[in-house]
């Protein structure tokens, strides 16, 4: 008796997640769809979706401005040396989509690193791919995140500790390879929108240039006090440390 009511209990559960499932909410509203010609997914946004995202976009550039954020636009795409340099090729390789070749000649010369790029098949049967040797670092590959293009503005022009903190933020469109068996509507999609927020939060003071310290206080405006620079960097690396380790 139990089993069955907990049964019925599941089933009207799993009903009423059904009625709010973003699938057939987008599909029946209006939304948003998806094209097999255009590829598994990517969400296309119909007019009214198109309209709700701008309104939430609106009403965030509205906060960011309150915050001091200032708008950036990046690329859509990037070099792979850029990724290595911010780490970020070594750790979502897996999940990028393959490297663009500049020009023939070039394509010609790094032959054997595009057909490194070997073709196979998930549990799925869908196709995709892994690296079988390192393509060149002047190649091209569309952007999985925005922040290593938001570094290469800061460091743009020198900057003083009076800049600090620095903020900058975009809607940016990135694009990742998910596994056909990951995506799941617009909540895990290949391509998507991200509001990407850098703050640059180092502050520094005349006081505490003169004395060798520094007021350290993250992102979340939690305030860490002052401490000398040599332990500011050990906590950094060691954070850094830490961070890997996890990874």
């Known amino acids: 008796m139990f089993e069955h009511s907990n049964q019925q209990q599941q089933q009207q559960q799993l009903a009423e997640v059904q009625k709010i499932d973003q699938r057939k909410l987008g599909r029946e509203l209006g939304l948003f769809m998806f094209s097999p010609e255009v590829g598994a997914g990517l969400p296309l946004w119909l007019p009214k979706g198109a309209v709700l995202r701008q309104t939430l976009e609106r009403f965030e550039q509205q906060e960011q401005s309150k915050r001091g954020y200032l708008p950036v636009v990046t690329p859509h795409i990037g070099k792979i040396e850029m990724y290595k340099m911010s780490g970020h090729w070594y750790k979502y390789r897996d999940s990028m989509y393959p490297a663009m070749i500049e020009n023939a000649a070039q394509q010609e010369q790094s032959s054997q690193a595009s057909a490194a790029w070997m073709q196979t098949h998930d ?125």
């Open 123 to 247: 549990s799925c049967g869908s196709p995709v791919y892994s690296i079988n040797a390192e393509p060149g670092d002047n190649d091209y590959v569309l952007k999985p995140m925005s922040c290593p293009h938001h570094i290469q503005i800061y460091k743009n022009e020198l900057r003083s500790y009076r800049d600090l903190p620095l903020r900058l933020a975009e809607f940016g469109t990135v694009y990742r390879y998910e596994q056909s068996g990951e995506l799941n509507g617009v909540l895990r999609s290949r391509s998507f929108t991200q509001v990407q927020k850098i703050p640059y939060m180092l502050i520094v003071g005349d006081k505490e240039m003169a004395e060798q310290t520094v007021s350290v206080r993250l992102r979340t405006n939690e305030n860490l006090g002052d401490m000398p620079v040599a332990s500011f960097i050990e906590r950094v690396v060691g954070m850094i440390k830490t961070k890997s380790k996890e990874l």
